[in-house]
């Protein structure tokens, strides 16, 4: 018996062996990493495509990586950010977008949880396609001019320049910490009656974007804005959805979208409540569908304008506002011109929009000016082809509910109103709307009547043509 054992241990090892073996290879890990960069918008129609990825380890454990993130996945944190909402993070910031944007698809990662100071910064592309910067925690300015580097521009604060298919989204939150810039001397609410006084007036606009195409911002909450919230500048196919802006109602100048020389601009879903205009459209501006946006309480509106300051040259069309909501706001929908200027606004349509104790719910002032001395002009923007339908609620009794003031020299023409129900918020008064050199008509009863619109064409020594400036 004692040979018998003796000569079966090797058989009993190598079986032990083979079982430990298969265990061994069964328990391989199989991982896979992807990103998601959510929604870009109509104009990128690209797919991302995430293949699944074996990875079995290799026989001999690898050395310590030197990066500090993953391929593709840049965590502002590993470049050094502490997110305190003390040290100063710009650095760590400029790190990442500098790495993130050498890949294409690339995420650059803002945390929950933590809040990062940033000084005034340009991110510079062109980048890879597809980079994402996913907001998370929050962000913020050093805490007023006092506290801006003497070097460092106070015109404006984050500006993303030359950059294509660029993504600046999630639940995060951009404090602009502007209350000190508000209370500047030169803004219009610290002297009396509204007035200005002497003294340093530069305010940095919180994000800017600059020569950039093919933009998505989405899902951003910011408030206090020291200035504009968010201006795109010589931009195109630009989708902007669910944004949440917030600034107090007497904060000078937080207009919360600005587009200036920008075409293909889709804003929906969002809500502003702000100082200053909800939405502003500036010159050279085309193609733009703004839809299901609350306005206000507090602000002016949605306004195209001001054109045409200092003389010079505006042309905007084929702008659509529709299915939105103004309340508590000095203006509904508007379009302001400087005289002096030429161009043309024409191919606008405002539709089914309510309106909420709105003290001047449709207005086209051509006669905008900011002091009491603006001298009269023969030239003017001249616009055209507006369109007003379904606007329905309440306004302030202050104002008129409707109010076409357009050029002694260069009319407005076309305007068509239809579905118009627009009562006081206080009271049974029925203020009549006021016109001045204004052509259109009524396609229906509306409320208030309007008998002040001129019908026809102006005559022969009004007519010209201003679409020519802009062809």
């Known amino acids: 018996m004692a040979s018998l054992s003796t000569s079966a241990a090797p058989l009993s090892l190598l079986v032990i062996f083979y079982v430990t073996t298969a265990l061994f290879m069964s328990s391989h890990v199989v991982t896979a990493r992807y990103h998601h960069h959510g929604h870009r918008g109509h104009h990128n129609k690209k797919q991302h495509k995430?293949?699944?990825?074996?990875?079995?380890?290799?026989?001999?454990?690898?050395?310590?990586?030197?990066?500090?993130?993953?391929?593709?996945?840049?965590?502002?944190?590993?470049?050094?950010?502490?997110?305190?909402?003390?040290?100063?993070?710009?650095e760590a910031f400029k790190a990442a977008w500098d790495a993130a944007c050498q890949v294409e698809s690339a995420v650059i990662h803002v945390p929950v949880g933590y809040s990062f100071m940033i000084q005034s910064t340009i991110f510079t592309g062109p980048c890879q396609n597809?980079?994402?910067?996913?907001?998370?925690?929050?962000?913020?300015?050093?805490?007023?001019?006092?506290?801006?580097?003497?070097?460092?521009?106070?015109?404006?604060?984050?500006?993303?320049?030359?950059?294509?298919?660029?993504?600046?989204?999630?639940?995060?939150?951009?404090?602009?910490?502007?209350?000190?810039?508000?209370?500047?001397?030169?803004?219009?609410?610290?002297?009396?009656?509204?007035?200005?006084?002497?003294?340093?007036?530069?305010?940095?606009?919180?994000?800017?974007?600059?020569?950039?195409?093919?933009?998505?911002?989405?899902?951003?909450?910011?408030?206090?804005?020291?200035?504009f919230n968010f201006r795109f500048d010589n931009c195109k196919n630009v989708h902007i959805e669910s944004l949440h802006i917030t600034a107090p109602a007497w904060s000078p100048n937080t207009d919360g979208i600005h587009i200036e020389q920008t075409s293909n601009v889709e804003i929906y879903d969002s809500l502003i409540s702000n100082g200053d205009d909800c939405v502003s459209i500036g010159a050279g501006c085309y193609d733009v569908d703004i839809r299901n946006l609350t306005c206000g309480p507090g602000g002016h509106g949605i306004s195209i304008g001001s054109l045409g300051n200092h003389n010079s040259r505006a042309c905007v069309s084929n702008i659509i506002v529709r299915d939105s909501v103004i309340k508590g706001s000095d203006n509904g929908v508007r379009i302001k011109t400087w005289q002096g200027g030429y161009g043309a606004v024409s191919g606008v349509s405002f539709l089914n929009i309510h309106m909420d104790n709105v003290?001047?719910?449709?207005?086209?002032?051509?006669?905008?000016?900011?002091?009491?001395?603006?001298?009269?002009?023969?030239?003017?923007?001249s616009v055209s082809d507006i369109e007003y339908s379904s606007i329905k609620g309440t306004y302030d009794i202050r104002n008129p509910p409707m109010h076409f003031a357009c050029s002694d020299t260069i009319p407005c023409t076309n305007i068509t109103l239809s579905d118009i129900e627009l009562l006081p918020a206080q009271g049974d008064l029925v203020l009549d709307p006021f016109c001045w050199n204004a052509y259109g008509g009524q396609e229906t009863?509306?409320?208030?009547?309007?008998?002040?619109?001129?019908?026809?064409?102006?005559?022969?020594v009004f007519a010209r043509n201003d679409l020519g400036y802009c062809s």
């Open 359 to 381: 003290r001047n719910p449709i207005i086209i002032d051509q006669f905008y000016c900011l002091s009491k001395d603006c001298s009269n002009h023969t030239s003017a923007v």
């Open 50 to 90: 995430h293949n699944s990825h074996v990875s079995y380890p290799p026989s001999i454990s690898p050395e310590p990586s030197d990066s500090p993130v993953d391929i593709g996945f840049y965590d502002v944190r590993s470049f050094g950010a502490q997110g305190d909402g003390i040290a100063d993070d710009t």
């Open 130 to 227: 597809g980079l994402l910067f996913q907001l998370e925690g929050s962000i913020m300015p050093p805490d007023g001019p006092e506290s801006w580097p003497s070097n460092n521009s106070k015109r404006q604060w984050l500006v993303f320049y030359r950059v294509n298919e660029l993504s600046l989204q999630g639940g995060g939150v951009i404090d602009g910490r502007g209350e000190e810039w508000w209370n500047l001397p030169c803004k219009p609410h610290k002297g009396p009656n509204g007035s200005t006084l002497p003294g340093p007036c530069d305010s940095p606009i919180a994000i800017r974007f600059f020569m950039s195409s093919n933009l998505t911002v989405q899902g951003i909450k910011m408030k206090n804005s020291p200035q």
């Open 445 to 460: 009863l509306i409320i208030p009547p309007i008998f002040c619109l001129l019908e026809g064409n102006p005559p022969a």
